[in-house]
């Protein structure tokens, strides 16, 4: 089945910094990759997805991008602020039935003010 | 607006008993999905299911069954609850193409 990696598992970057997130799949086969950010005490809301047939998708403040030769994709934060410290999931899908999700680990992103 | 309820937001049960987590969706959507949240293990399916009646293993199904009598609702059964199912456990229903929508939660606590 499907592995997903994720780096860093805590990261803390000061406000107005940027932040990397790195995710690793294993299967070649996936094709939609969404990003969940969960606030404390909170749900996971998605943030942010990529399909494989884009190779680059932005929504104001983040970024994710998608490398299927080297099957890595990333969530890029700029401009950090306060309200984006919460725990960063990635997550990757084969499609068929159910859509099923395999998750990276999380990272818990702390912004400094 | 998507609503998915789950039955306790907090629940603290003793080795060996039967524990039922209940969750209930008003969105009339085929897919559910049950996880649990480790810290540093992320979020891992247990089962989910596409249809009533229909469900299929996810990564972690040992030590769990679930059931689908009505489509809104979907539990997850603990048939002899251990301490190492000590969790956080999530709802989630399909909403789009692929997009989940979660539930807000059990922290389940096995002593």
């Known amino acids: 089945g499907e592995n997903v990696e994720q780096h860093p598992s805590t990261l803390s970057v000061q406000e107005g910094d940027s932040a990397v997130i790195k995710c690793t799949y294993s299967d070649s086969a996936s094709n939609y990759f969404p990003w969940y950010k969960q606030e404390l005490g909170k749900r996971p809301q998605l943030i942010i997805d990529i399909r494989s047939n884009v190779g680059e998708k932005k929504d104001q403040r983040i970024a994710v991008t998608l490398n299927k030769t080297a099957k890595h994709f990333s969530l890029h934060i700029t401009e950090t602020q306060p309200e984006d410290s919460a725990v960063y999931f990635c997550a990757a899908s084969l499609g068929g039935a159910g859509n099923m999700l395999t998750f990276g680990g999380g990272t818990r992103l702390m912004v400094k003010p | 607006d998507v609503k998915v309820t789950q039955s306790s937001r907090y629940l603290v049960k003793r080795t060996g008993e039967k524990v039922f987590l209940e969750c209930v969706q008003d969105?009339?959507?085929?897919?559910m999905f049950w996880y649990r949240q480790d810290p540093g293990l992320g979020l891992r399916l247990i089962y989910f299911?596409?249809?009533?009646?229909?469900?299929e293993k996810g990564d972690i199904p040992e030590g769990y069954s679930v059931s689908r009598e009505k489509k809104e609702r979907f539990s997850l059964i603990l048939e002899s609850a251990s301490t190492n199912q000590t969790s956080m456990y999530l709802c989630a229903t399909k909403i789009l193409s692929y997009e989940q929508y979660f539930g807000p939660g059990t922290r389940l606590t096995v002593t």
């Open positions: 299911s596409y249809d009533v009646k229909m469900k």
């Open positions: 969105m009339d959507h085929e897919n």
